[in-house]
């Protein structure tokens, strides 16, 4: 195995692939550009994959809704897309032709899938619609696509957050696309949710989970070489005391290997390109 430190994205995946449970069904859409695509779908499908070929061999991964279990070590290029050709072409178990096939969503069919946005606030309100007022917006974004449904309908969300500065978490969001904790989960019930929501919040400085029963963001693990003094500066509320957070945890050997080996041999889902 090539020995090499871990990277900042075999972390995530790692730490993600952690908290995946055997027998789950876990769904992710496609991002493209950058740091977008590594987040909210690169890191996902490798954390699922590995959850599979490690703990979790009965996990099903819903790929953009319809291609099951593919073999994303067949990956040679990232589809931009959740109807790309080269999905097509890529061997899985199945090709479902309705959308999401005999998953049925609004009854908690789907254990967990995969958010991403601009803002992320304090009671995990997620926003990918605009920045500013709705009717005069500053910059207008991709919009929700299936965000609603995911924050409202899964088993639980993880929020995947590439970009971590003040301007993205904030004690508000401009414009609610998904929805947190308002009021805590007694909050969510009022709004009629009666499960789900988000479960963790990866960045490339911290792991943030919550405090569910009041709806607040908290910082669960703080990345290696990552100060307090940074991660505040760098968060635009309040983080409470920081002083019993622990580093997140680094991969094992056995991890990586898998990782480098079985998942992502090509190098395409963890930004190591061969």
Known sequence: MNNDKASLSEMLIVALARTIRDGEV???GLATGGAAALYAAAIPLAAMQLARLTHAPNLTILLSGWCLNPQLERIDIMPDSEFDESLHDLPCEAQMLAYPGQYAHKRGDIDFGFSSGVQVDAVGNLN???IG????????????????EHMAFFQREYIMAPHHD????????DYISGVGYPGGVAGRKELGLDWGGPELVFTP????????????MRVHTIHPGVSTEHLREST??????????????LPSPEELEVLRREVDPRGMLTGRRV
């Open 166 to 173: 003040r301007r993205n978490f904030v004690e508000r969001v």
């Open 236 to 249: 635009g509320f309040d983080l409470g005391d920081l002083a019993d957070v622990p580093e997140t945890p």
């Open 205 to 216: 400085k911290c792991i943030f989970g919550f405090d569910k029963e009041h709806g607040r």
């Open 26 to 28: 876990g769904f992710t």
């Open 128 to 130: 990918s619609v605009c």
């Open 133 to 148: 007022d709705y009717r005069r917006p500053k910059v207008r974004l991709v919009g929700p696509i299936l965000q609603p």
